[in-house]
């Protein structure tokens, strides 16, 4: 096990001093998908696109007022995890969050801090709850992020607090 570790170890290194900036770059606006794939998600490059959702009602209506008489007393899937980190590496082990069914409401309280539980909350299943636990909510948003759904094929969307990690992952699709 520790010539793994330590391999791991190297490895690390290595794919670090491949990627020659320090910084991750800031883009003002959504690149098109052929761009974007080119130049971020071909080369395994982070960035961070500025303005890409400003356009969404979402981003004016979803006070937790609006969300709790939208969906409040809805029970949805929630994830809890210990640090906000689900499908990652704890300490020596791979995890994945904690599934819970609870109200919309409750999972609000949580977020806001009215209720202190533990663990960090968040709303999320890996082909989106929106579409099949929140449909009264899909007027808020567009139905796909046309630049990254035409790059990667996929839709997914994520509700919870700062320590939430946001991953877009590649996936497969069989027909």
């Given at each position: 096990?520790?010539?793994?570790?330590?391999?791991l170890a190297e490895f690390s290194v290595?794919?670090?001093?491949?990627?020659?900036?320090?910084?991750?770059?800031?883009?003002?606006?959504?690149?098109?998908?052929?761009?974007?794939?080119?130049?971020?998600?071909?080369?395994?490059?982070?960035?961070?696109?500025?303005?890409?959702?400003?356009?969404?009602?979402?981003?004016s209506r979803w006070t937790p007022d609006?969300?709790?008489?939208?969906?409040?007393?809805?029970?949805?899937?929630?994830?809890?995890?210990?640090?906000?980190?689900?499908?990652?590496?704890?300490?020596?082990?791979?995890?994945?969050?904690?599934?819970?069914?609870?109200?919309?409401?409750?999972?609000?309280?949580?977020?806001?801090?009215?209720?202190?539980?533990?663990?960090?909350?968040?709303?999320?299943?890996?082909?989106?709850?929106?579409?099949?636990?929140?449909?009264?909510?899909?007027?808020?948003?567009?139905?796909?992020?046309?630049?990254?759904?035409?790059?990667?094929?996929?839709?997914?969307?994520?509700?919870?607090?700062?320590?939430?990690?946001?991953?877009?992952?590649?996936?497969?699709?069989?027909?």
């Amino acid at each position: 096990m520790e010539s793994v570790k330590k391999r791991l170890a190297e490895f690390s290194v290595e794919a670090h001093d491949l990627y020659l900036n320090r910084s991750v770059p800031y883009l003002e606006e959504p690149p098109d998908p052929l761009h974007f794939y080119r130049d971020w998600i071909g080369p395994n490059k982070p960035c961070i696109i500025r303005n890409a959702f400003s356009h969404w009602p979402a981003l004016s209506r979803w006070t937790p007022d609006y969300l709790r008489e939208k969906v409040g007393s809805k029970v949805i899937s929630v994830a809890v995890t210990p640090n906000g980190y689900a499908d990652a590496v704890n300490g020596d082990r791979f995890v994945m969050p904690e599934e819970r069914r609870m109200s919309f409401s409750s999972v609000l309280d949580i977020i806001e801090g009215k209720v202190q539980q533990q663990g960090v909350f968040y709303v999320q299943k890996q082909c989106s709850n929106l579409l099949d636990e929140l449909p009264e909510l899909t007027d808020d948003v567009e139905p796909h992020v046309s630049w990254m759904s035409d790059a990667l094929g996929l839709t997914c969307r994520w509700v919870g607090v700062y320590r939430v990690s946001l991953l877009w992952k590649y996936l497969t699709r069989v027909p």
